[in-house]
Nanobody, 124 residues
Framework: QLQVVESGGGLVQSGGSLRLSCAASTFPLGDYAVGWFRQAPGMQREEIACMPYGDTDQDYYADSVKGRFTISRDNTKNTMSLQMNSLKPEDTAVYYC????????????????WGRGTQVTVSS
């Protein structure tokens, strides 16, 4: 069964905003680093944001999204989110949430659970 489920993707105009959410159903998100990846057609899946395990205040953002995207989590609701502002056509991709057991970083090869993915399309 699915362990994490994304929601919130869709079509938006350039400059617009979207908020993606991810809910965990069978485990406490507080035990994991939480992250967001994306994959555009013909491209490798890339990490764009990560919130490490624990209260480290060491969130990671890829240069391509820094200052525009914000990752957050609510361990009481077992959810994580990605607020995306000032969207650009090059942000068009399938977005995946991911979790890594008690990790300081969201390394792709270490991901324990992936979401199924949600499409984000930004029109120019």
């Amino acid at each position: 069964q699915l362990q994490v489920v994304e929601s919130g993707g869709g079509l938006v105009q350039s400059g617009g905003s979207l908020r993606l959410s991810c809910a965990a159903s069978t485990f406490p998100l507080g035990d994991y680093a939480v992250g967001w990846f994306r994959q555009a057609p013909g491209m490798q899946r890339e990490e764009i944001a990560c919130m490490p395990y624990g209260d480290t205040d060491q969130d990671y953002y890829a240069d391509s999204v820094k200052g525009r995207f914000t990752i957050s989590r609510d361990n009481t609701k077992n959810t994580m989110s990605l607020q995306m502002n000032s969207l650009k056509p090059e942000d068009t991709a399938v977005y995946y949430c991911a979790v890594v057991w008690r990790a300081a970083a969201c390394v792709r090869t270490g991901v324990n659970y992936w979401g199924r993915g949600t499409q984000v399309t930004v029109s120019s």
